[in-house]
């Protein structure tokens, strides 16, 4: 009974520090959140390409102005305002946003930071 009641314990402390962990990672997740909402709010773009590891399905970040509007929306990324990279397809998965290029040529070319402006007229 002693050994199952210190396994417990350690089982205990384990989840608490478990726990204590995931609160810093969400709060830094939150600060992150943050910095993409006052670039985006600054410089009027929509979002940003976080990561192209997946070239078909590229993990983005998706101003909250916008947000609501992601169902299939067409998007342009830039590189810089006067260099067009490309199209995609906004789609939201629970609670992120992802960009699925227009072709695997534009894909290619995609890198993260480059820029996201909707086109909430243009659906396909």
């Known amino acids: ?16 520090e478990a726990n204590f962990l995931l609160s810093e990672k969400n709060l830094i997740l ?7 909402e006052h670039l985006a709010l600054e410089s009027g773009d929509s979002g940003y390409i976080i990561d192209i590891t997946n070239k078909e399905k590229l993990l983005v970040y998706i101003s909250p102005l916008f947000s609501q509007e992601i169902d299939s929306t067409f998007a342009y990324v830039f590189r810089k305002s006067d260099e067009l ?40």
Not at 1 to 11: D, G, R
Request: hydrophobic share 35%.
């Open 1 to 16: 009974l002693k050994n199952a009641l210190t396994e417990s314990q350690n089982l205990n402390d384990k989840l608490t």
């Open 85 to 124: 990279i490309g199209t995609l397809i906004l789609i939201k998965e629970g609670d992120f946003y992802y960009g699925i290029p227009s072709s695997n040529e534009i894909a290619q070319k995609i890198k993260p930071g480059d820029k996201i402006i909707l086109d909430v007229h243009k659906q396909e």
């Open 30 to 36: 939150e600060k992150m959140y943050s910095y993409f």
